[in-house]
């Protein structure tokens, strides 16, 4: 389908429940709004990766207002079947859309997502040196960045046949999350990392199934696992219940979580 110039492409995260009000639901929003489908909409499925094409970043934020069925919008800036096919792709990404997002004065952080399975952490350190290429200049700041930019893969739907490699893999600037979430659980894991060869990498927790209070965290588990008590604690500590220190393992720097006395 051939989409038109001024529409920009944006990946929505939906909300693994109530899969047969998704569809319905974003088309209207779309027919409010403006946008389109960038495929035919039999192809979106039950997938939680949803690429759609929307006018403006202004109307991508009031949709996320009003949906209940997509959890957060991201600014697409490359997506392939491969990582070659995902470089290939920002490598294509007009530079001029980039660069108000990572000049020098801009402060940022990268986030990894994944559907149905669990990386380690030097999966994702690796995943994030691989972007190297990209311009970033900003300083890296994880509690409080003005960018926050993730990767995203998809690794399908079935946890009993988790493929060694994604299906999709997403790259994006995150616009927004929407709030006053009805659903308490997601099937993604994240983790937040900076992009130098000095990570600090947070997050991808086995069995954790509850989104975080802060919106620029989400942490998980695997599909059908349960919230153990260990994970629910790490859960608290973002809530502010706990305190953080830092040590180092393997050359890479990471946040772990401790119980205050």
């Known amino acids: 389908m051939a989409l038109p110039s001024s529409l920009n492409r944006y990946l929505l995260l939906m909300a693994q429940e109530h899969l047969e009000f998704r569809l319905p639901e974003i088309k209207s929003l779309l027919s409010l709004f403006g946008g389109q489908f960038t495929s035919s909409q039999e192809t979106y499925g039950k997938s939680p990766f949803w690429i759609l094409s929307i006018p403006s970043e202004d109307i991508a934020r009031n949709l996320m207002k009003r949906t209940v069925c997509a959890k957060s919008v991201f600014e697409l800036w490359g997506h392939g079947k491969s990582p070659e096919e995902l470089y290939s792709s920002l490598k294509n990404y007009p530079v001029e859309k980039m660069v108000p997002f990572l000049h020098s004065d801009s402060t940022y952080k990268i986030k990894i997502l994944t559907f149905n399975k669990t990386l380690t952490q030097e999966e994702k350190v690796k995943r994030i040196d691989a972007l190297e290429f990209l311009p970033f200049e900003g300083k890296v700041n994880l509690k409080k960045p003005q960018h926050i930019f993730s990767i995203l893969e998809d ?54 199934t509850q989104w975080v209070k802060d919106p620029a965290v989400a942490v998980s588990c695997g599909v059908g696992q349960r919230c153990s008590s260990s994970c629910a604690a790490v859960a608290m500590a973002w809530a502010g219940d706990y305190s953080s220190d830092q040590t180092t393992s393997l050359g890479t720097n990471l946040h772990m979580l401790q119980v205050r006395p």
């Not at 079935?158 to 979430?181: A, K, M, T, V």
């Open 155 to 208: 690794y399908g739907l079935d946890p009993n046949c988790i493929p060694e490699n994604p299906h999709n893999i997403y790259f994006g600037r995150w616009e927004l999350r929407r709030q006053n979430s009805f659903y308490g659980s997601s099937h993604c894991g994240a983790a937040e990392t900076n992009p130098t060869r000095n990570h600090e990498v947070v997050g991808s927790i086995p069995g954790l």
